[in-house]
Antibody, heavy 123, light 108 residues
């Protein structure tokens, strides 16, 4: 069974830190770029960060750049998001997603998603 | 950054109706356009990638079209399980991999 399982969310005070994890099973992990996408309560999807297959290249949304760090451990099939200097506006459900590219067309999409882990930033 | 705008933001329709949701990019995205379906309390699900290619297992009543900056998702005959929120996403100029604001499809 294909699974991406996020964990590590919770209630944290403004300025605090959290580390999210995303454990992959039943799917190819090590050869795919991986992403974090968040969704504030009642709002739409917002891309947060991505990491390439060997972890040598990362990218971030401007809203989290300098505060969040994405990483991966291919031996453990696990993706991470280290979140520092958290703000109220970071409150959201955080999803991990696998990126895939169609061999023939080159089109890129997110084909597997976890169920999300909720981060609440509040005093 | 490329901005994605969906319309309408919400839509009421009946089972059996044909519905179309549109998505406009702020600049050409060379057909790097994906559609996702999200049901309440669930993770998004990939429906269509590259404008018109159905992901494995997605019913054929879903179709996508468009080019350049203007795209659409059509459901030919709505089924009860299709009532959900739909998002478009561009993956051409990334990061960021921007999503549209979503279209909530409700039962009339």
């Amino acid at each position: 069974e294909v699974q991406l399982v996020e964990s590590g969310g919770g209630l944290v005070q403004p300025g605090g830190s959290l580390r999210l994890s995303c454990a992959a099973s039943g799917l190819t992990f090590s050869s795919h770029w991986m992403h974090w996408v968040r969704q504030a309560p009642g709002k739409g999807l917002v891309w947060v960060s991505r990491i390439n297959s060997d972890g040598s290249s990362t990218g971030y949304a401007d809203s989290v750049k300098g505060r969040f760090t994405i990483s991966r451990d291919s031996a453990k099939n696990t993706l991470y998001l280290e979140m520092n200097s958290l703000r109220a506006e970071d409150t959201a459900l955080y999803y991990c997603a696998r990126g895939s590219q169609d061999f023939w067309s080159g089109m890129y999409y997110f084909d597997y998603w976890g169920q999300g882990t909720l981060v609440t930033v509040s005093s | 950054d490329i901005h994605m705008t969906q319309s309408p933001s919400s839509l009421s329709a009946s089972v059996g109706d044909r519905v179309t949701i549109t998505c406009r990019a702020s600049q050409s995205i060379n057909n790097y356009l994906n559609w996702y379906q999200q049901k309440p309390g669930k993770a998004p699900k990939l429906l269509i990638y590259g404008v018109s290619t159905l992901q494995s297992g997605v019913p054929s009543r879903f179709s996508g079209s468009g080019s350049g900056t203007d795209f659409s998702l059509t459901i030919s005959s709505l089924q009860p399980e299709d009532f959900a929120t739909y998002y478009c996403q561009q993956s051409y100029s990334a990061p960021p991999y921007t999503f549209g604001q979503g279209t909530k499809l409700e039962i009339k």
